[in-house]
């Protein structure tokens, strides 16, 4: 049992510091939302283990990290898999590339939560930069599908 949870809390770790590895500014605008694809599959396979909960205090780990205002990812990270864990068993039945339009989708809530929250406290204004992101959530879903089913299943995780 122990061994299951270090699995799953060590892939919420791993895509926290994909989350914040350096790099180029060209390419940092493209980085992909590693924690929140991560807690959605984990939700999506796990809904009693891996949940809001789980998502708030990941956000507030990612707020620390990056040095954003406490909870402004914690908000975001929560809205979003709040909406994944209510509809989790009709997500289950769609293919992995609905999967990624799932994802796309909940990507741009997110962002629009965070976006919403810092335009609040601090003033900043919308870039269509602030999108891409989402694309590239939906492209890395499938391999990170695979990547923690196949882990999931090599661990006998349930």
Known sequence: MRKRNLIIWGSIIIA????????PIQADVYRPDWVLVVLAYWSMALPSRVNVGVAFITGVAMDILVGTTLGIHS?????????????YQRLRNYSVWQQAIIIGLLSSLYHLVTFWVQHILTDIYFQIDYLWPVIASMVIWPWVFWLLRRTRRQFSIM
Do not use: E, K, R, T
């Open 16 to 23: 926290l510091v994909l989350q914040i590895v350096p790099l």
């Open 75 to 87: 908000l975001g990270l929560s809205v979003s898999i709040y909406i994944l864990a209510a509809n």
